[in-house]
């Protein structure tokens, strides 16, 4: 069993829908969990960084972080054509001093 | 601020030849962690360096060595080069210490070809 379960899509929606993108884990000691946006041949975009369970909001753009489910969710409200791209969920036990481990990644294209 | 950097870009090896890749960590960033990502996944963990010395290693075999040097660069050093290394390689810089608000940022990769 991977440590980090993603589905990897495609998704497809039409421009204003909201986007639900999720992972699941299974290594409890996760408590730090990140999602980055990946455009295609580009290094990964820090979008959104939370610690343990709660949710965290930027713009358009919220986590959520459900430690009894191990379960993590990013949320994108009115979605853009410049949203397309891949979704990497990205979690570690204790921050920048291990290791962090990803997703395989969501591939999500927004029509206009 | 300079984001992390990478070089080269993109390079072409051939199966059994060596292959050194380049980073420069974001301006006040001490940790450099390298990450190896195959077309269609996600990136996988090498190692890690801090203070010019490995602190953690993933599931890669020896064929896999790194560098630190006192500014903070780091290179990755790939040896006796398979079909399998061909990837892009990702270099991700992060400041260690309290890890509140703190985390990774990568560069834009260097895409390997192996034929």
């Known amino acids: 069993q991977k440590e980090v379960e993603q589905d990897p899509g495609p998704l497809s929606v039409p421009e204003g829908a909201i986007v639900s993108l999720n992972c699941t884990y299974s290594n409890s000691a996760f408590q730090y969990f990140m999602w980055y946006r990946q455009y295609s041949r580009k290094g990964p975009e820090l979008l959104m960084y939370t610690y343990s369970s709660g949710n965290k909001e930027d713009g358009r753009f919220t986590a959520q972080v459900d430690k009894s489910s191990k379960y993590i969710s990013l949320f994108i409200r009115d979605s853009q054509p410049s949203d397309s791209a891949t979704y990497l969920c990205?979690?570690?036990?204790?921050?920048?001093?291990?290791?962090?481990?990803f997703g395989t990644g969501t591939s999500l294209t927004v029509i206009p | 601020d300079a984001g992390v950097t990478q070089s080269p870009t993109h390079l072409i090896k051939t199966r059994g030849q060596q292959v050194t890749l380049r980073c420069s960590p974001k301006s006040g960033h001490d940790t450099v962690s390298w990450y190896q990502q195959a077309l269609g996944q996600g990136p996988q963990f090498i190692f890690q360096y801090y203070e010019e010395e490995e602190r953690q290693r993933g599931n890669f075999p020896d064929r896999f060595s790194g560098h630190q040097f006192p500014n903070y660069s780091s290179e990755l050093n790939v040896n006796a080069l398979l079909l399998g290394d061909s990837a892009l390689y990702l270099c991700?810089?992060?400041?260690?210490?309290?890890?509140?608000?703190?985390?990774?940022?990568f560069g834009e990769g260097s895409w390997l070809t192996v034929v």
């Open positions: 990205a979690m570690s036990p204790r921050g920048t001093g291990n290791q962090f481990y």
């Open positions: 991700a810089s992060s400041l260690a210490g309290p890890p509140s608000g703190n985390t990774i940022y």
